[in-house]
């Protein structure tokens, strides 16, 4: 502590659980400083993946369906995960599992560059298919 305090310095424990406890002079302010640039380092590093969604109705035409599924594309080829929702409006809630194959149908077209990572599933108005880029 008295070489610290001489050199105008902070003593900082650098593993307090070791026996005898690792202690370092150094000035304290910096080495925040430099954990604090550290941790943006691997931030930068990190990749976040997003998730976009794509919403179709069940009535949607096979032109439709194409610009729908080229736009999904784009979205894995960037690494970003699709959500696929199917909406249901009114009486079309009648006919919620027929219309099932269309999200089968749009797995199948990206199954060249896309896994299934949640199969269809029916949550409250609409049917919703989540699918990623294979690695």
Avoid: C, H, W
Avoid at 100 to 121: F, G, R, T, V
Wanted: proline share 4%.
């Amino acid at each position: 502590m008295k070489l610290a305090y001489d050199a105008e310095l902070d003593l900082v424990k650098i593993a307090p659980t070791a026996n005898p406890p690792v202690v370092k002079i150094i000035d304290f302010s910096k080495y925040r400083y430099e954990l604090k640039r550290r941790e943006k380092e691997q931030k930068k590093k990190q990749k976040t993946i997003e998730v976009k969604e794509v919403r179709l109705s069940p009535n949607i035409d096979t032109n439709d369906l194409n610009t729908k599924v080229s736009a999904a594309r784009k979205f894995l080829e960037k690494g970003n995960k699709v959500k696929v929702n199917l909406r249901f409006r009114g009486r079309e809630m009648a006919r919620m599992n027929q219309s099932k194959y269309i999200l089968e149908d749009i797995a199948e077209k990206l199954s060249d560059i896309a896994q299934i990572d949640k199969p269809a599933k029916a949550e409250g108005r609409s049917l919703v298919l989540i699918l990623s880029a294979k690695k």
